[in-house]
């Protein structure tokens, strides 16, 4: 149902990409006007020719690669300042339909206006830690913490390699996009999220003092 896949969008955006569909058609029209003849060079010819000659092996070696692999970021990978007091709150995520929502018969199941709370759909299981992997007191932190061993925790960083990380630790590794920081008001890291009771708690640690979870 739309409904629900926007409402997963809203609350795991951080967690999982959804593909939404593209509705694609094709029309023939009339030509109209003067044309002219296309003197481009046709782009899978120029594949086609790159790819005999060879030259795209030279960047394909194993080492460029896995340093590419090692080195890839998002464009919207959020950076955040290390925590300097320890702050908890519940972020408010409702959101107001902009369009009605029908059956497929065209009866209106949810009105444009109502409001959709995503933690009255969504139960989120386990937490979410979020940190900065580069900097020292946050990295031996999250070592030092239980988390490491707990295979209900999903991780997200801000920084370093998600490559050399998600190898270091044995689990996938996440990075913290803009969207995510936006939609639950985070202001410095490390971050842990969790609900309980039907209510999400966001915290924000202070790690100064090399204390542990």
Same mark, same amino acid.
């Given at each position: 149902?739309?409904?629900?896949?926007?409402?997963?969008?809203?609350?795991?955006?951080?967690?999982?990409?959804?593909?939404?569909?593209?509705?694609?058609?094709?029309?023939?029209?009339?030509?109209?006007?003067?044309?002219?003849?296309?003197?481009?060079?046709?782009?899978?010819?120029?594949?086609?020719?790159?790819?005999?000659?060879?030259?795209?092996? %030279?960047? #394909?070696?194993?080492?460029?690669?896995?340093?590419? !692999?090692?080195?890839?970021?998002? =464009?919207?990978?959020?950076? $955040? &300042?290390?925590?300097?007091?320890?702050?908890?709150?519940?972020p408010d995520l409702r959101w107001k339909l902009d369009f009605d929502v029908t059956?497929?018969?065209?009866?209106?199941?949810?009105?444009?206006?109502?409001?959709?709370?995503?933690?009255?759909?969504?139960?989120?299981?386990?937490?979410?830690?979020?940190?900065?992997?580069?900097?020292?007191?946050q990295m031996k932190w999250f070592i030092d913490s239980k988390f490491t061993e707990?295979?209900?925790? %999903?991780? #997200?960083?801000?920084?370093?390699?998600?490559?050399? !990380?998600?190898?270091?630790?044995? =689990?996938?590794?996440?990075? $913290? &996009?803009?969207?995510?920081?936006?939609?639950?008001?985070?202001?410095?890291l490390p971050v842990i999220i969790e609900q309980s009771r039907g209510r999400l708690?966001?915290?924000?640690?202070?790690?100064?003092?090399?204390?542990?979870?």
């Open positions: 149902m739309r409904l629900h896949n926007k409402i997963l969008d809203f609350w795991f955006s951080f967690i999982l990409l959804f593909m939404l569909p593209i509705a694609c058609y094709s029309e023939v029209l009339a030509t109209t006007g003067q044309t002219f003849k296309i003197i481009e060079e046709d782009l899978i010819e120029r594949l086609h020719r790159e790819i005999k000659k060879g030259e795209w092996k %030279k960047e #394909m070696t194993p080492e460029k690669v896995r340093h590419k !692999l090692e080195t890839l970021k998002p =464009r919207d990978l959020a950076r $955040l &300042p290390r925590a300097s007091k320890d702050r908890e709150w519940t059956d497929k018969d065209g009866n209106i199941l949810y009105p444009k206006g109502f409001v959709v709370d995503p933690v009255a759909y969504v139960h989120l299981t386990g937490k979410y830690v979020i940190f900065d992997p580069q900097d020292e007191l707990d295979g209900r925790v %999903k991780v #997200m960083v801000s920084g370093g390699s998600f490559l050399n !990380l998600s190898k270091t630790f044995r =689990r996938p590794i996440y990075y $913290l &996009p803009q969207q995510v920081v936006n939609r639950f008001k985070i202001t410095a708690l966001v915290r924000e640690i202070v790690v100064s003092k090399m204390e542990t979870p």
